[in-house]
């Protein structure tokens, strides 16, 4: 969760009360600082090899000629149910506006 906030005389002023228990423990870093970025977002070394190994794990996706066929005629059928319903939905505004 993230919560912006202003500081003013030293203390920062959020724009409406934070919904947080009393005596958590927060941790406040400035917006437009290259220092805002967490050191807990950077990965280690063992943990960029664990995350490359999972996503050489990843099967490609490949269609066979029938499902791509099928899908083609869904985006056909798709394309076209969406240019019908535009036109029902830009004759009613037509009829709104005169």
């Not at 724009?15 to 400035?30: D, F, K, M, Q, S």
């Not at 190994?53 to 059928?77: K, N, S, V």
Request: proline share 7%; aromatic share 6%.
């Amino acid at each position: 969760m993230t919560i912006k906030g202003v500081i003013q005389n030293g203390q920062v002023i959020l724009p409406r009360p934070a919904e947080l228990p009393n005596g958590t423990e927060v941790r406040i870093l400035p917006v437009n600082s290259l220092e805002a970025q967490d050191e807990d977002q950077v990965l280690s070394p063992e943990e960029i090899n664990r995350v490359l190994a999972l996503m050489d794990q990843i099967q490609p996706f490949e269609m066979t000629d029938q499902e791509r066929t099928a899908w083609q005629a869904d985006r056909q059928a798709r394309k076209q149910w969406e240019k019908t319903q535009f036109n029902e939905h830009s004759d009613k505004l037509k009829k709104m506006w005169p």
